[in-house]
């Protein structure tokens, strides 16, 4: 059993990780901090949260010392505050980009300035069950990926590392706006976000270094805001570095994900519906669902995934982090099944 706590939670990653923490049931007491809330109800920012707990929101400095800190802190903020945190809990998982890249080099290209904390980089174990579980077991610093980020890096990363595509890849996101977080913007506000299906950033996206990184390929990442409030749906156009079949990329992908509790393989034929991964289906659960396509002439694969980009792209996720650091049950906290329809 442990005591978590909450940096920065009032926007939508801390209200995801409150929802989740409370219902934990190997958490016995949880800490949730905003400066702008401080000694209001949960529940007057998170209304989901009324009569699941009355607790308020407290300053930073009133912040005890615990087993489990997330830091759901905006860009910048927690390589200024992380040696605070560092001590006040055994273990500080960061769901902000700012530990995710330890090449300063990529990392000032693609965030534009130099990293505050650089000595402290290393530190950080890569959130990334998939791929990193046996340093999660013991790891006292985890960065969470971003969300699209980790929807490349599950799609992409066993197709690299068999050697069946070429290191160039295309590919495409469609995010939901909670996304951009909660604070109100020219693109997030819902008047003018509403129907919306708008390029975001169509080159030199930051979540590209991360699968750049992991998944030893050259991305060009394009992502698109569309009309939906959560979810992501990633299509990477692949080309084949020699002849494949249909079963040998489903070999591939039950290989990687034979055992992983949370990445699904969803590949089905016929031209009804839920043939391939669909994020809308995801909402509220940690799972990523992973699907391929090949072209008709053999020369390319498009990989395809979706998941919640609040769940298994951010706060599922680290939660599933803590799980192996803390030697819980894996799915602790994470088995809700998703509504349908919706």
Known sequence: MVHVAIVGGSGFVGGELSRLLLAHPEVTKLQVTSESRAGKPLGTVHPNLRHHTDQAFIRKEDLNPCDVIFLAMPHGAAASEVSIWQNKATVVIDLSSDFRLNDMALYERYYGGLHTATHLCSQFTPGIPEFYRNELRS?????????TAIAGILALRPLRASGVIEPRVYVDSKVGSSGSGARVG??????????????????????EAEIVTQCDV?????????????GILLTAFCTLSH???????????????????FTRLVKRQGQAGYTLPEPKILTGTNYCDIGYALTDDGSGLIAISALDNLMKGAVGNAIHCMNIRMQFPETAGLTSISLHPV
Do not use: Q
């Open 139 to 147: 790891a006292d610093r985890i960065a969470g990926p971003g969300c």
């Open 186 to 207: 020219l693109g997030t506000h819902h008047p003018l976000r509403s129907g919306v299906t708008r390029v975001f950033k169509p080159t030199g996206h930051r979540h």
């Open 218 to 230: 050259i991305p060009h990442v394009t992502v698109n805001s569309v009309d939906m409030v959560r």
């Open 243 to 261: 002849p494949v079949s249909d079963r040998d990329i489903r070999k591939i992908f039950r290989e990687a994900y034979a055992d992983e509790p």
